[in-house]
């Protein structure tokens, strides 16, 4: 079966070290990976875009990378800072079958900076 | 930009009763989504429409559900008759370009749900 997995729930880390958010996916072929951050009562907001092809993306402090091979995506944040605490979701930008692409979500990782 | 609008923010109702969401898109955009979000499930597409024609109903949970997007700056989602199961918060997102043009999506600060 199809699925998402985000390498924890809740991840803790010190202000002003790098934090790393895993997602791993089985039994999908995504031709793209988002990342989307999401703060408490608020919507998602799209962060980042990575194709297949690319194995690394960067935009300002974060960083992505997208293994086809270990179906695999890692999500950097260096020198974190509190302000950075929210849920991170990663999304598979696969083939739905119906005609077009759409995204699918994995649960989210709550990353909390701790001054 | 005022970015996709929802509402109502919140809606608390008794079982049996009709719901409505409202979502108003990012002018522009041709592509709009409705999602919902539950601890359990995390994030799930229920159906989108591309250009006001609905694309994918496929996650839709059941007949009690139904979307419409009757122009370009409208879109609803109905449940009726509602269920406790039903609560959720969902969230409407739009994206620009065709379907499969793989956008960002724009996502609305949802509805948090609530069926007593």
């Known amino acids: 079966s199809q699925k998402i997995e985000q390498n924890s729930e809740a991840l803790n880390i010190q202000e002003g070290k790098t934090a790393t958010l895993t997602c791993n996916y089985t039994n999908y072929s995504p031709a793209y990976l988002q990342w989307y951050r999401q703060d408490p009562g608020r919507g998602p907001v799209f962060l980042l875009l990575?194709?297949?092809?690319?194995k690394e993306k960067r935009k300002e402090r974060l960083k992505v990378t997208f293994d086809t091979t270990l179906k695999q995506s890692l999500f950097h944040i260096t020198a974190s800072q509190p302000a950075d605490s929210a849920t991170y979701l990663c999304a598979l930008d696969s083939y739905s079958g119906a005609g077009s692409y759409q995204l699918t979500f994995g649960k989210g990782t709550k990353l909390s900076v701790i001054p | 930009d005022a970015g996709v609008i929802q509402s109502p923010r919140h809606e608390v109702t008794e079982m049996g009763q009709e719901v409505t969401l409202r979502c108003k898109p990012i002018s522009g955009h041709n592509s709009l989504f409705w999602y919902r979000q539950t601890m359990m499930r995390g994030l799930e597409l229920l159906i989108y429409f591309n250009n006001n024609v609905p694309i994918d109903d496929s996650g839709m949970p059941e007949d009690r559900f139904s979307a419409k997007m009757p122009n370009a700056l409208f879109s609803t989602l109905k449940i009726q008759p509602s269920e406790p199961r039903d609560s959720a918060v969902y969230f409407c997102?739009?994206?620009?370009?065709?379907?499969?043009?793989?956008?960002?999506?724009?996502f609305g600060d949802g509805t948090r749900l609530s069926i007593l």
């Open positions: 990575i194709r297949e092809n690319e």
């Open positions: 997102a739009s994206s620009e370009g065709p379907v499969g043009g793989h956008q960002p999506q724009h």
